[in-house]
């Protein structure tokens, strides 16, 4: 957590500079909207996945939301807050704590992940947590752009999550939990805005599907936008 | 061929902004004046100021940051053997500099602030004064944040003391440049947040089906493979596109085009600077052979062309002689075939040549990566036939060897390195070994590697004869540094007595730039020793050009014959290769050294102390 404040405080320093060389390591901040979309299923619900980062090359602060708000049920959600420290050319090493929420119930996580770029230009993101009640978990996901055109791309996802320990209040059983596979197809009218269409196979696992059965497709449509 | 980018056709029109009569005052010390023309101003003394105008480049109205109210700047005809006194005042709300490019003075006259002095504060005036030695063709621009993108340059002319050994009749500057709307710090700031916002070239689904139709799915996928396993592009040319940039000619747009008129049977000298921030141009006058017959201001022996390269702050002068009743285009394309400038050479204003064509996008190839082309039979990546290529480019290009990526990714599925000499090249050392058979010691520098660099480039080779990506086997004949030789003989020039070797390094997917993975913020400045003739080897890392700079000393470029070493300011270093030249270390004090793109030149830096 010390470094946490640490890198927070750090963040809040403006670097400005005239000079000539040097202040090319600027404080920068982004609001990434990767997924705000509608499913099309029984629920209904709205989804969203969004991060927001501050910082400079090396260190960096990221939130991270994702969830789901069905739409005659109150949200779900899993939220982050982390210290990212650039570690190698194309990983960071991740740190801090999560909080995860559902109707019943919530749960508090401490989080040691990578996020990075793996070979063939795979966006991934792999996060150990360790819960309160003794719990670990882990979530992993990977994604890919294909570029139909410029500004055509389609987007496959994987994501999987596992889990030591049942938690029945959080929907979780022990073992592999849930897989999600996903394509989204975006057309970015510009950078920062793309409106998408896509289709999901969502599906819990093992103990997790005996505590609460998931096994649905269905289409999506929505909009990634960042600034 | 590809459609036009919408920004490569200019819907404004410079004269909107000429009919803004009254400067609008925004606060106490900040005006807006209006644009003017540029023009030249002749003499010992000179009053600069860098103010605000309004301008439309692109069709929407935008501020320009200009050296009295021009865009260009004016230009600045000195003598050489004058001492030249030149006030600037800055009109700014922020700090500014002006830096004389390629001009040798004294350190506290360079204009680098942090460096040389302090910078000129907003109201203050300050004096530049320094004796002029030398002659040819150069420019001036802010050395602060990122002004020089915003519209603060100009050219200098300076008039030789001995007559010039080239004639002509008549004399145009031609200044090519990147002109954006949006800011330039916002411009940085997308370009730290995706570092590819930029392009619109990248590699499609379909271009790896095409290859696949082409060349069988086994080959097109093991050619990706590499590609991607080191997570690097092949569509990776310039930061920064005509998606944002409209290019100019002496602040033209390719609209309202740029004239240059000349008599019937005149020779026309053409001074080309190129004073963009982040673009390099390929440069031919289509019907035209150009003689080169100075480099970075430097006579160089006359060499006919039909194209050259000219890197971000490079200076080429090209005498030309056009038909009777002709009108000809001055065509300028980026390399990353994005847009252009252009401008009209022609006997009658009102007649001009139908634009040519741009060429195809240039895709980089395993050469550019630094890989073995005997890997790669048959490999067809530029669009150029290999069966075609000359046997000079092949041996050059087939002596390429391995890139290896960051992340501790080793290169499994590459060749070893050839252990043959690369005979094209040999034929250049040997005649140095004859005249100076020593070996110069190598002055180990500090290093780092990590997170700042994202390859390493394991064996690279000098590709002095190699025109670039996108140029090669063009069918023209394109400008490479292996023709330029000094038209003053070097041969009694001392051989160097040390070399130190810079590993031009970055990181592309972060956008971080360094040189040997060190960024300036982190660096011990170089010590060169006053008196010392340096030997300084790039090593390019990365798969960019970085056009690179050092202030207060000639660059010696090592073309090959040592007879005829021409005196540059600012050296390309291509990708995934190797370059040298050498330096007499004749100028005490501390000097900037630096990678001349300007996003990348915050990092990409080293402060140089003589000693």
């Known amino acids: 957590m010390k470094k946490l404040l640490l890198a927070t405080s750090i963040t809040g320093l403006l670097a400005t500079s005239s000079l000539a060389g040097g202040g090319g390591d600027i404080f920068r901040s982004s609001l990434v909207v990767d997924q705000l979309e509608y499913q099309l299923s029984n629920e209904k619900a709205t989804i969203w996945n969004v991060y927001a980062y501050a910082g400079y090359d090396i260190n960096k ?6 969830g789901e708000k069905p739409k005659d049920e109150s949200a779900k959600s899993e939220n982050q807050l982390v210290y990212s420290r650039a570690i190698s050319p194309f990983w960071d090493l991740q740190t801090g704590i999560g909080y995860d929420k559902n109707i019943e119930s919530h749960q508090t996580w401490g989080l040691i992940g990578v996020q990075g770029l793996a070979p063939y230009f795979f966006e991934s993101r792999a996060t150990l947590l360790f819960g309160e009640d003794g719990n670990i978990g882990l979530r992993a996901e990977a994604e890919y752009d294909a570029l139909l055109t410029q500004k055509l791309i389609l987007s496959p996802s994987i994501a999987l999550s596992a889990y030591r320990k049942d938690n029945e209040k959080m929907g979780i059983g022990s073992g592999f939990s849930n897989i999600a596979l996903g394509t989204r197809l975006r057309y970015e009218f510009k950078r920062e805005v793309a409106p998408y269409i896509g289709v999901e196979w969502n599906k819990n696992l093992g103990n997790t599907n005996d505590i609460s059965p998931l096994d649905e497709i269905y289409g999506v449509i929505g909009i990634k936008f960042w600034f | 061929m590809q459609t036009i980018n919408r920004r490569t056709f200019v819907k404004g029109v410079i004269a909107t902004s000429l009919l803004v009569n009254t400067p609008i005052t925004i606060s106490a010390n900040t005006k807006i004046s209006t644009r003017i023309k540029t023009t030249e101003i002749k003499g010992n003394t000179f009053n600069l100021s860098i103010e605000k105008v309004s ?61 040389s002095f302090d910078g000129i504060k907003p109201g203050e005036t300050f004096t530049y004064t320094f004796p002029v030695v030398q002659s040819g063709t150069y420019w001036y621009h802010s050395h602060s944040g990122f002004q020089e993108q915003q519209g603060v340059y100009g050219a200098i002319v300076i008039d030789p003391k001995v007559k010039d050994p080239y004639e002509y009749d008549r004399e145009y500057v031609i200044s090519l440049s990147d002109w954006s709307d949006e800011k330039p710090s916002s411009v940085y700031r997308k370009l730290k947040l995706s570092a590819s916002y930029y392009n619109f070239k990248q590699r499609t689904v379909g271009d790896f089906f095409d290859e696949v139709k082409e060349k069988g799915f086994f080959e097109a996928f093991s050619e990706r493979k590499m590609w991607n396993e080191m997570k690097m592009t092949d569509r990776d040319i310039s930061d920064v596109s005509g998606y944002t940039y409209t290019y100019l000619m002496n602040g033209e747009n390719p609209a309202t085009i740029f004239k240059a008129l000349f008599k019937n049977g005149e020779k026309i000298r053409l001074r080309f600077i190129n004073s963009a921030a982040m673009t390099f141009f390929d440069v031919r006058i289509p019907g035209l052979k150009m003689t080169v017959v100075a480099a970075d201001g430097n006579n160089v022996q006359a060499v006919s062309i039909d194209e050259f390269r000219i890197g971000v702050a490079e200076t080429y002068d090209v005498i030309v002689e056009p038909e009777e009743n002709k009108s000809y285009a001055i065509f300028a394309q980026s390399i990353d075939r994005s847009g252009y400038a252009l401008g009209a050479l022609t006997f009658d204003e009102k007649i001009i040549a139908q634009t040519p064509q741009m060429d195809a996008f240039p895709i980089l190839t395993h050469a550019d990566m630094g890989m073995n082309m005997s890997g790669m039979a048959g490999m067809n990546h530029s669009g150029n036939d290999m069966k075609a290529m000359n ?32 005979h094209s090249m040999m034929g250049h050392d040997m005649k140095a070994m004859n005249n100076q058979n020593k070996v110069i010691p190598i002055t180990k520098l500090e290093e780092d590697s990590g997170v700042q660099t994202d390859a390493v480039a394991m064996d690279p080779q000098y590709r002095l004869n190699d025109p670039g990506v996108g140029l090669r086997n063009n069918g023209r004949k394109v400008l490479t540094y292996a023709d330029l030789k000094s038209l003053r003989p070097t041969t009694h020039d001392r051989y160097p007595d040390r070399e130190i070797i810079l590993k031009l390094t970055g990181n592309m997917e972060r956008y971080m730039w360094s040189i040997n993975g060190i960024a300036y913020k982190d660096a011990k400045p170089l010590e060169f020793k006053y008196g010392e003739r340096l030997r300084i080897t790039y090593i390019n890392d990365t798969m960019m050009n970085h056009p690179m700079h050092l202030h207060g000393m000639w660059s010696d470029l090592e073309t090959g014959d040592d007879n005829y070493l021409p005196k ?8 995934g290769s190797k370059i040298s030249f050498r330096v007499n270390v004749d100028a005490k004090g501390s000097w900037a050294y630096h990678c001349h793109l300007l996003y990348h030149m915050t990092d990409m830096f080293r402060k140089v102390i003589v000693s």
């Not at chain 2, 004016?74 to 030249?84: A, N």
């Open chain 2, 55 to 115: 301008v439309n480049i692109t069709g929407n109205p935008s501020i320009a940051k200009t050296v009295n109210g021009m865009l260009s700047g004016p230009t600045l005809r000195w003598k050489e053997g004058d001492t030249v006194t030149i006030n600037v005042t800055n009109n700014l709300n922020e700090d500014t500099s002006i830096h004389w490019h390629g001009i040798i003075l004294p350190p506290a006259m360079d204009g680098v602030p942090g460096i």
């Open chain 2, 568 to 575: 540059k300011h600012t050296i390309i270093s291509q990708p």
């Open chain 2, 391 to 422: 046997s000079e480019e092949a041996k050059t290009m087939g002596k390429q060897s391995a890139m290896k990526c960051g992340g501790g990714m080793d290169m499994s599925s590459m060749k070893k390195p050839e252990t043959t000499m690369d």
């Open chain 1, 61 to 66: 602060v990221y939130i991270y939301s994702e």
